[in-house]
């Protein structure tokens, strides 16, 4: 998988693919990089797919591109009603990642959060123009339908999922 070239001031920690889900169909495709921003981490990305964004995007209020402020949720305090995994959903991580947290209910997002099941992301809206806030450069990779590595990366059989919504941005 081609990472995006990531440059600038930020301590970029981690990048590479994104991609949406919603009624479990693919909605769009990008780059992403998640950077370490003075005291905080982002989660920015830039999308690939589709083309030019359609009735699904526009309805999901997924923006071409955007950064957001990105913290991990703390498994072991509590969550508000209605909100957080429960029972055997909840992350279960190592002594060294739960010390991170320091008894408080978030810790900044480091990228081997991300490899544990369960773990819980708190995305908070910081900016459509991820690249002017971070000082990175996200560069997108020019994707065509009959050539897009989407379903071999998340091992997904093309004929299964409905392409429409990735490709064209229509529900089907």
Known sequence: MA?????????????????FFYRPRVQREGVY?????????????????????????????????ASFVV???????????????????????????????RGRRFAQLEPDFLDQRGTELVLIGASKAPEEELDI??????EREAEAAIFRDLRLERGQHPVEPLFRGDWR
């Open 33 to 65: 990089a998640i950077v370490r921003h003075g005291r905080h981490t982002h989660l920015a990305y830039e999308l690939e797919l589709p083309k030019e964004p359609g009735d699904v995007q526009r309805e999901l209020l997924i923006e071409p591109k």
């Open 3 to 19: 990472l995006p070239n990531v440059l600038g001031m930020g301590d970029v920690l981690e990048a590479g693919h994104i991609y």
């Open 137 to 142: 450069d996200l560069v997108p990779e020019e």
């Open 71 to 101: 913290t991990v949720r703390n498994p072991e305090a509590p969550a508000p009603p209605q909100a957080g995994l429960t029972g055997a959903q909840k992350a279960e991580f190592p002594q060294a990642m739960e010390d991170r947290f």
